[in-house]
C-alpha cells in the first residue's frame, strides 16, 4: 500500500505486495540481467514463452504433461490392478504440482478443518462431482476438429459439459451416434477413435462471442447452456482472432466466411453497451431457447461484483468468473502476457458482492482458470464457486505435449492445427478425458472426507475452513494480504442461497400467444402456409425468435419447408425478427427498435412506415441501432433509414436500406449490403468478405471509408450492376420505396453515383473484377 499511495493514487489493491524499497531491489535485479558482464555472445532464453529447466516457473510444461499422459491412460474403470497403476502416475502428476513454487494466490492458503475426518465411503460420488465439471470455451478453429470432438464426447458421457467456443459447430454433431463399429470408429466421424454407441459429438454450451460466428437458431437450440462471451484471460480490449492459415474450408464453411482470410471478432458486443442491453441480449437467448439456462463469462478484475450484480438482476442463470490461465493458448504472444487477474479475487468479490445484495441465490458462480487437480476445485469451492471450468489441461489429458506454438497453426500432435498431415498425428480418446476427471473426482471425494464433508454443496462459501500457510517463503515481499479471500460473509447455518430455480423465465410473450394459435401451430407441424395480422408494441420484444426456435428444434436450420407470413402492424420492441428462419415472412407496418434482424439466418423481413405517415421516408430513420448484426442469412428491406452499425459482422444476410449511421457494415464477412442515402463515418472497418453497394449523391463517400480493410470501385461488371439493380427491384416491389422507384426509372444517371466497397476477398469476384481468375478451391476431407 506504501507504493500504491506513493506512486498510483487512486489504484485499487486487494492484496498488496511490493514495498518500495524491494521495488528498488526488483529493478535492480532485472537491470543486472539487461546488463550482465558478457561472457558469452548468446542472449539468454528466460523461458518467459516456452517452459526452460533454469528460466521462468510455469505450471504447464512438458513434463507434467507426461506425468498426465501415463495417468489417463492406464485408468480403467473397474479394472482395480490398472487402477492401481494409473492411480500411482497420477500422484506423480499431483505430487509434481504439489511441490511447485508459489504460483498462484491458493498457493498461500491450507485447509483450517472444523471437524473430524469422515470415511470415504459417506462422501458423494464421483458421478455427481463430474456433473459439475466443464471445458472451457475453445473454439474449433483453435483446435482442431478431433480435440475439439473428443472433449464434447467425454464430457457428454460424463455428464459434464463441454463448451463450443467461437465459430459454431457442425449440424452432424446434434445426432447421437448409432454406427459405431466393434472397433470404436463411425463413418459418420471417420477422424476420431474410441468412440460408442450413444456418444454425442454435441456441445453443451453454445458460446455467444462478440463476432457472431456461427450462431444460427440450429445451434442454439442444441445447447443445454448458452454462454455469452463478454471477456477472456487473455486479450483484454481485443475480440477472437483466428488466423487465416487456420480458416481451412471446413472451419470457413462453419463461420460463414472465406478460407484463408483472417477473422476477427469485435472487442465488444456491438449489441452490448450497457447493463440493459446484456439483460436484453439474455433476454433473446432465453426467447429463442426457454429451456436453456444463459450462462455469462466475465474476467476477474477490480469491480468485478458489481457488474456481477447487473448480470445477476439482468436474468442471467450462471455467471462465470475466469482468471489469466488456462484456455488454449492460440492467442497471439503479444496478448498473452500481463493479461487478467487470478480468479481467486473475481470469485471472492463476486459471491461477497452478490450475497451482501441477496442476489446469490439467482445465480451459479462458476470458476475457470488454470485449476488442474481436485485441491484446486475444492479451493474454488471454499471461496464460492459450485462449478468448475477447465481448459488448458483438459487438451493436455487429450494429447497435448506443451509445444506452445498453438498460435502457429503447427501443433505437432494435431490439437491446436487445421493442417490435415498434423491433425492425423492426433492419438486422443474420449476415454483419456473422462478418466482424468474422474481422478480429479476421486481427489475431490478425498479431501472431502479428510475435512469432514459429505458433499461438494456443504463447502462451497465456507472460506472459514482456509487459513494462510505459515511456512511460505516468497523471493519478491512477504506483504501480501489475503483478508479480501478469507473474510466472506459467514454461510455456516443458511445455505438456502444454494437453491436455485432451473431457468429463469421472460415471462408472457407475444411469441407464446402466437404459438397458441391452432392455425399455426398446424401450418409449422404440416409445413404448411399461414398469414397471420398481429398488432405489436414497443413491448413486445425479440418477436419471431421463440417461432424460429420451434422450427429450428424441429427441422433445423432448412428443413422447414411452409411458409409463415406475419404482418405486424405498430412498433416493434427490441429485436424484431432475431433467429429468423427460411419460411418466415415478417412484415412490420409502423417502426422497430435496436437489433432488427440479430442473427438471421433466412426468410424475409420487410419494415415500412404506417400508410398514413406524412413523412419522407428515406429522410427519416425506420430501425434502430446494430440490425442485422451477426446475420448468416435471409434479406431485409427497410424503407427508410438504419441506425449506427448497421450490417456489424454480417456473414450472409442481404438488406436493401434507404441510409445508414456510422460504422456500416463493420466487420462484415460475407453478404451484400445496399444503402439507397448517406451514411456515417467508418464505413467497412474490419471488413474482411462481402460487398456493400453506396449511393453517393453530394460526393462524400470516400472520405467515410476505413481504407485500412477495403478498397472503393464505381461498379464496374454486368454481375455486379446485376446484383445491385435486382435488389433495388426486389427492396421496390415489396415496400413501394418512392427513393428505389426514382433510381429505378432514372438507372443510367443513378447507377454511376454508386460506390461498390470490395475487401480484398471479393477482389476476384465477378461482382467486383472484369477480368476474374477462376481459383479451384480444395475440400476439406476428415483425417484418418
Given at each position: 500500500?506504501?507504493?500504491?499511495?506513493?506512486?498510483?493514487?487512486?489504484?485499487?489493491?486487494?492484496?498488496?505486495?511490493?514495498?518500495?524499497?524491494?521495488?528498488?531491489?526488483?529493478?535492480?535485479?532485472?537491470?543486472?540481467?539487461?546488463?550482465?558482464?558478457?561472457?558469452?555472445?548468446?542472449?539468454?532464453?528466460?523461458?518467459?514463452?516456452?517452459?526452460?529447466?533454469?528460466?521462468?516457473?510455469?505450471?504447464?510444461?512438458?513434463?507434467?504433461?507426461?506425468?498426465?499422459?501415463?495417468?489417463?491412460?492406464?485408468?480403467?474403470?473397474?479394472?482395480?490392478?490398472?487402477?492401481?497403476?494409473?492411480?500411482?502416475?497420477?500422484?506423480?502428476?499431483?505430487?509434481?504440482?504439489?511441490?511447485?513454487?508459489?504460483?498462484?494466490?491458493?498457493?498461500?492458503?491450507?485447509?483450517?478443518?472444523?471437524?473430524?475426518?469422515?470415511?470415504?465411503?459417506?462422501?458423494?460420488?464421483?458421478?455427481?462431482?463430474?456433473?459439475?465439471?466443464?471445458?472451457?470455451?475453445?473454439?474449433?478453429?483453435?483446435?482442431?476438429?478431433?480435440?475439439?470432438?473428443?472433449?464434447?464426447?467425454?464430457?457428454?458421457?460424463?455428464?459434464?459439459?463441454?463448451?463450443?467456443?467461437?465459430?459454431?459447430?457442425?449440424?452432424?454433431?446434434?445426432?447421437?451416434?448409432?454406427?459405431?463399429?466393434?472397433?470404436?470408429?463411425?463413418?459418420?466421424?471417420?477422424?476420431?477413435?474410441?468412440?460408442?454407441?450413444?456418444?454425442?459429438?454435441?456441445?453443451?454450451?453454445?458460446?455467444?462471442?462478440?463476432?457472431?460466428?456461427?450462431?444460427?437458431?440450429?445451434?442454439?437450440?442444441?445447447?443445454?447452456?448458452l454462454e455469452i462471451k463478454m471477456a477472456q484471460g487473455a486479450k483484454p480490449g481485443e475480440g477472437g482472432q483466428l488466423p487465416g492459415k487456420k480458416v481451412s474450408p471446413y472451419i470457413a464453411m462453419l463461420r460463414r466466411s472465406k478460407a484463408g482470410v483472417t477473422l476477427i471478432s469485435p472487442p465488444p458486443h456491438h449489441d452490448i453497451y450497457s447493463i440493459e442491453d446484456l439483460a436484453q441480449l439474455i433476454f433473446d437467448l432465453h426467447q429463442i431457447n426457454p429451456s436453456a439456462k444463459v450462462s455469462v463469462k466475465l474476467v476477474a478484475e477490480i469491480g468485478i461484483g458489481t457488474i456481477a450484480a447487473g448480470v445477476a438482476k439482468a436474468n442471467a442463470d450462471i455467471i462465470q468468473i475466469s482468471g489469466h490461465d488456462g484456455g488454449t493458448g492460440a492467442s497471439p504472444l503479444s496478448s498473452i502476457k500481463h493479461a487478467g487477474c487470478p480468479w481467486e479475487l473475481g470469485v471472492t468479490e463476486v459471491h461477497r458482492m452478490l450475497m451482501e445484495n441477496k442476489l446469490r441465490d439467482r445465480v451459479i458462480l462458476r470458476a475457470d482458470g488454470g485449476l488442474k487437480t481436485g485441491w484446486d476445485v475444492i479451493m474454488a469451492a471454499l471461496m464460492g464457486a459450485e462449478q468448475y471450468g477447465f481448459g488448458s489441461i483438459a487438451m493436455i489429458a487429450e494429447g497435448?505435449?506443451?509445444?506452445?506454438?498453438?498460435?502457429?497453426?503447427?501443433?505437432?500432435?494435431?490439437?491446436?492445427?487445421?493442417?490435415?498431415?498434423?491433425?492425423?498425428?492426433?492419438?486422443?480418446?474420449?476415454?483419456?478425458?473422462?478418466?482424468?476427471?474422474?481422478?480429479?473426482?476421486?481427489?475431490?471425494?478425498?479431501?472431502?472426507?479428510?475435512?469432514?464433508?459429505?458433499?461438494?454443496?456443504?463447502?462451497?462459501?465456507?472460506?472459514?475452513?482456509?487459513?494462510?500457510?505459515?511456512?511460505?517463503?516468497?523471493?519478491?515481499?512477504?506483504?501480501?494480504?489475503?483478508?479480501?479471500?478469507?473474510?466472506?460473509?459467514?454461510?455456516?447455518?443458511?445455505?438456502?442461497?444454494?437453491?436455485?430455480?432451473?431457468?429463469?423465465?421472460?415471462?408472457?410473450?407475444?411469441?407464446?400467444?402466437?404459438?397458441?394459435?391452432?392455425?399455426?401451430?398446424?401450418?409449422?407441424?404440416?409445413?404448411?402456409?399461414?398469414?397471420?395480422?398481429?398488432?405489436?408494441?414497443?413491448?413486445?420484444?425479440?418477436?419471431?425468435?421463440?417461432?424460429?426456435?420451434?422450427?429450428?428444434?424441429?427441422?433445423?436450420?432448412?428443413?422447414?419447408?411452409?411458409?409463415?407470413?406475419?404482418?405486424?402492424?405498430?412498433?416493434?420492441?427490441?429485436?424484431?425478427?432475431?433467429?429468423?428462419?427460411?419460411?418466415?415472412?415478417?412484415?412490420?407496418?409502423?417502426?422497430?427498435?435496436?437489433?432488427?434482424?440479430?442473427?438471421?439466418?433466412?426468410?424475409?423481413?420487410?419494415?415500412?412506415?404506417?400508410?398514413?405517415?406524412?413523412?419522407?421516408?428515406?429522410?427519416?430513420?425506420?430501425?434502430?441501432?446494430?440490425?442485422?448484426?451477426?446475420?448468416?442469412?435471409?434479406?431485409?428491406?427497410?424503407?427508410?433509414?438504419?441506425?449506427?452499425?448497421?450490417?456489424?459482422?454480417?456473414?450472409?444476410?442481404?438488406?436493401?436500406?434507404?441510409?445508414?449511421?456510422?460504422?456500416?457494415?463493420?466487420?462484415?464477412?460475407?453478404?451484400?449490403?445496399?444503402?439507397?442515402?448517406?451514411?456515417?463515418?467508418?464505413?467497412?472497418?474490419?471488413?474482411?468478405?462481402?460487398?456493400?453497394?453506396?449511393?453517393?449523391?453530394?460526393?462524400?463517400?470516400?472520405?467515410?471509408?476505413?481504407?485500412?480493410?477495403?478498397?472503393?470501385?464505381?461498379?464496374?461488371?454486368?454481375?455486379?450492376?446485376?446484383?445491385?439493380?435486382?435488389?433495388?427491384?426486389?427492396?421496390?416491389?415489396?415496400?413501394?420505396?418512392?427513393?428505389?422507384?426514382?433510381?429505378?426509372?432514372?438507372?443510367?444517371?443513378?447507377?454511376?453515383?454508386?460506390?461498390?466497397?470490395?475487401?480484398?476477398?471479393?477482389?476476384?469476384?465477378?461482382?467486383?473484377?472484369?477480368?476474374?481468375?477462376?481459383?479451384?478451391?480444395?475440400?476439406?476431407?476428415?483425417?484418418?
Amino acid at each position: 500500500m506504501e507504493l500504491v499511495d506513493t506512486a498510483f493514487k487512486g489504484t485499487t489493491s486487494r492484496v498488496g505486495g511490493l514495498n518500495i524499497a524491494e521495488l528498488a531491489q526488483e529493478v535492480i535485479t532485472v537491470h543486472s540481467k539487461a546488463f550482465p558482464n558478457l561472457t558469452d555472445k548468446r542472449l539468454t532464453n528466460y523461458g518467459f514463452i516456452n517452459s526452460r529447466s533454469k528460466g521462468e516457473y510455469h505450471m504447464n510444461t512438458p513434463k507434467m504433461s507426461k506425468h498426465l499422459h501415463k495417468a489417463v491412460k492406464t485408468y480403467k474403470i473397474g479394472q482395480n490392478g490398472a487402477n492401481k497403476e494409473a492411480y500411482d502416475h497420477y500422484e506423480h502428476y499431483k505430487k509434481y504440482l504439489e511441490e511447485r513454487p508459489v504460483t498462484a494466490l491458493r498457493d498461500l492458503l491450507d485447509f483450517n478443518p472444523d471437524r473430524p475426518s469422515i470415511a470415504l465411503e459417506e462422501v458423494e460420488p464421483v458421478e455427481d462431482i463430474v456433473k459439475r465439471f466443464c471445458t472451457g470455451g475453445m473454439s474449433l478453429g483453435a483446435l482442431s476438429r478431433e480435440a475439439h470432438e473428443t472433449l464434447a464426447i467425454a464430457m457428454n458421457r460424463l455428464g459434464g459439459k463441454s463448451n463450443s467456443g467461437e465459430g459454431g459447430e457442425d449440424p452432424t454433431r446434434f445426432n447421437v451416434l448409432s454406427d459405431v463399429d466393434s472397433e470404436g470408429h463411425s463413418p459418420t466421424f471417420p477422424h476420431l477413435n474410441g468412440l460408442r454407441n450413444g456418444d454425442s459429438v454435441s456441445s453443451a454450451i453454445k458460446q455467444i462471442a462478440s463476432g457472431r460466428f456461427g450462431v444460427t437458431p440450429e445451434y442454439l437450440m442444441n445447447g443445454k447452456q448458452l454462454e455469452i462471451k463478454m471477456a477472456q484471460g487473455a486479450k483484454p480490449g481485443e475480440g477472437g482472432q483466428l488466423p487465416g492459415k487456420k480458416v481451412s474450408p471446413y472451419i470457413a464453411m462453419l463461420r460463414r466466411s472465406k478460407a484463408g482470410v483472417t477473422l476477427i471478432s469485435p472487442p465488444p458486443h456491438h449489441d452490448i453497451y450497457s447493463i440493459e442491453d446484456l439483460a436484453q441480449l439474455i433476454f433473446d437467448l432465453h426467447q429463442i431457447n426457454p429451456s436453456a439456462k444463459v450462462s455469462v463469462k466475465l474476467v476477474a478484475e477490480i469491480g468485478i461484483g458489481t457488474i456481477a450484480a447487473g448480470v445477476a438482476k439482468a436474468n442471467a442463470d450462471i455467471i462465470q468468473i475466469s482468471g489469466h490461465d488456462g484456455g488454449t493458448g492460440a492467442s497471439p504472444l503479444s496478448s498473452i502476457k500481463h493479461a487478467g487477474c487470478p480468479w481467486e479475487l473475481g470469485v471472492t468479490e463476486v459471491h461477497r458482492m452478490l450475497m451482501e445484495n441477496k442476489l446469490r441465490d439467482r445465480v451459479i458462480l462458476r470458476a475457470d482458470g488454470g485449476l488442474k487437480t481436485g485441491w484446486d476445485v475444492i479451493m474454488a469451492a471454499l471461496m464460492g464457486a459450485e462449478q468448475y471450468g477447465f481448459g488448458s489441461i483438459a487438451m493436455i489429458a487429450e494429447g497435448c505435449i506443451m509445444a506452445r506454438i498453438c498460435h502457429t497453426n503447427q501443433c505437432p500432435v494435431g490439437v491446436a492445427t487445421q493442417m490435415e498431415r498434423l491433425r492425423e498425428r492426433f492419438t486422443g480418446i474420449p476415454e483419456n478425458v473422462v478418466n482424468f476427471f474422474y481422478f480429479i473426482a476421486e481427489e475431490v471425494r478425498s479431501i472431502l472426507a479428510k475435512l469432514g464433508y459429505r458433499s461438494l454443496d456443504e463447502v462451497v462459501g465456507r472460506t472459514d475452513l482456509l487459513k494462510m500457510r505459515s511456512e511460505v517463503n516468497l523471493t519478491k515481499t512477504q506483504s501480501l494480504n489475503l483478508d479480501c479471500i478469507l473474510n466472506l460473509p459467514d454461510v455456516k447455518s443458511d445455505r438456502s442461497w444454494l437453491n436455485h430455480q432451473d431457468v429463469h423465465s421472460n415471462g408472457p410473450v407475444l411469441d407464446d400467444q402466437l404459438l397458441a394459435d391452432a392455425a399455426i401451430s398446424s401450418a409449422i407441424n404440416t409445413h404448411g402456409t399461414i398469414a397471420k395480422n398481429v398488432k405489436i408494441v414497443n413491448t413486445d420484444r425479440t418477436v419471431g425468435a421463440r417461432i424460429s426456435g420451434v422450427l429450428a428444434k424441429k427441422y433445423g436450420n432448412t428443413g422447414f419447408s411452409g411458409e409463415l407470413t406475419f404482418n405486424f402492424t405498430g412498433a416493434a420492441g427490441q429485436s424484431f425478427a432475431a433467429f429468423n428462419l427460411p419460411g418466415m415472412i415478417m412484415h412490420l407496418e409502423g417502426e422497430a427498435n435496436d437489433y432488427v434482424c440479430k442473427g438471421m439466418h433466412g426468410g424475409e423481413v420487410v419494415i415500412v412506415p404506417p400508410k398514413n405517415s406524412i413523412f419522407e421516408a428515406a429522410d427519416n430513420v425506420i430501425v434502430g441501432n446494430t440490425c442485422l448484426y451477426g446475420s448468416t442469412g435471409g434479406v431485409l428491406y427497410a424503407n427508410g433509414r438504419a441506425g449506427e452499425r448497421f450490417g456489424v459482422r454480417n456473414s450472409m444476410g442481404k438488406a436493401v436500406i434507404e441510409g445508414a449511421g456510422d460504422h456500416c457494415c463493420e466487420y462484415m464477412t460475407g453478404g451484400v449490403i445496399v444503402v439507397l442515402g448517406s451514411v456515417g463515418r467508418n464505413v467497412g472497418a474490419g471488413m474482411t468478405g462481402g460487398i456493400g453497394y453506396f449511393l453517393d449523391e453530394d460526393y462524400s463517400f470516400p472520405e467515410k471509408v476505413n481504407p485500412e480493410n477495403v478498397d472503393i470501385q464505381h461498379i464496374c461488371t454486368e454481375a455486379g450492376e446485376a446484383q445491385l439493380k435486382e435488389l433495388i427491384e426486389a427492396h421496390f416491389e415489396r415496400t413501394g420505396s418512392k427513393k428505389a422507384e426514382h433510381i429505378l426509372n432514372n438507372w443510367g444517371e443513378y447507377v454511376s453515383k454508386f460506390w461498390q466497397v470490395v475487401p480484398p476477398s471479393e477482389a476476384n469476384s465477378p461482382e467486383t473484377n472484369p477480368n476474374p481468375v477462376m481459383i479451384e478451391e480444395k475440400t476439406l476431407t476428415p483425417a484418418k
